[in-house]
């Protein structure tokens, strides 16, 4: 059996919805389009309403279905500032993160997230692999340049970050996990 696998980018006063193979979601504008909330059904029935982000601003959310029928969805703060939450179809936080989501794997498994520090956009920081399924992380590790990352490539058990220019090496990580 396949999976629908839909993006969402909320704008403006746009109202959008969205599908798995067992739960559907929509993006509910009614409290405000800086501030939409996620509600979450399946067979029809609402089963959870998500505040992503409480009494914060969520204008431009991206809403995806993920490993598990969780729901990832992701926002910018400002400048070189992405936050990010990722829920159980029944409403429940599995993690928050603030850091930018660099790609997600082909199964939509894992997340390579990249935590700068202290909001410099280009220091060093942390990156992490998130698990889809759980929330967790399952790999991180202190890396410079990271910002200068412009593709991803997914390997059985390696992810490979590949540079914008060519005076900087690839980034490549090994995991334990296949990243299929």
Same mark, same amino acid.
């Given at each position: 059996? /396949? ?7 909320? #704008? #403006?006063?746009?109202? #959008?919805?969205?599908?798995?193979? &067992?739960?559907? @979601?929509?993006?509910?504008?009614? $409290?405000? +389009? ?6 979450? &059904?399946? /067979?029809? +029935?609402? !089963? $959870?309403?998500? %505040?992503? $982000?409480?009494?914060?601003?969520? +204008?431009?959310?991206?809403?995806? @279905?993920? *490993?598990?029928?969780?729901?990832? *969805? ?20 599995? #993690?928050? @993160?603030?850091?930018?989501?660099? %790609?997600?794997?082909? *199964? ?9 520090? $202290?909001?410099?956009? @280009? ?7 998130? %698990?889809?399924?759980?929330? /967790? !992380? ?8 990271? =910002?200068?990352?412009? %593709?991803? /490539? =997914? ?19 090994? !995991? +334990?996990?296949?990243?299929?």
């Amino acid at each position: 059996m /396949r999976s629908l696998v839909v993006v969402v980018v909320v #704008a #403006a006063e746009a109202i #959008a919805s969205a599908q798995s193979h &067992r739960f559907t @979601f929509e993006v509910d504008q009614s $409290a405000g +389009k800086e501030h939409p909330h996620i509600v979450v &059904r399946e /067979r029809g +029935k609402t !089963i $959870a309403r998500i %505040d992503p $982000a409480p009494g914060g601003s969520t +204008k431009n959310m991206e809403v995806q @279905f993920v *490993a598990g029928d969780n729901l990832l *969805a992701t926002w910018s703060c400002g400048t070189s500032c992405e936050v990010g939450v990722l829920h159980s179809p029944r409403g429940r936080e599995l #993690a928050s @993160f603030s850091a930018k989501v660099l %790609d997600l794997s082909p *199964a939509r498994t894992f997340a390579v997230v990249f935590d700068g520090t $202290a909001g410099e956009p @280009f220091g060093g920081g942390r990156l992490d692999l998130l %698990d889809m399924r759980t929330g /967790r !992380i399952i790999s991180s590790s202190e890396q410079n340049e990271i =910002w200068n990352v412009c %593709d991803v /490539r =997914w390997e059985r058990n390696r992810i490979t970050l590949l540079p914008c220019d060519s005076r900087t090496q690839p980034i490549r990580l090994r !995991i +334990k996990h296949n990243t299929g």
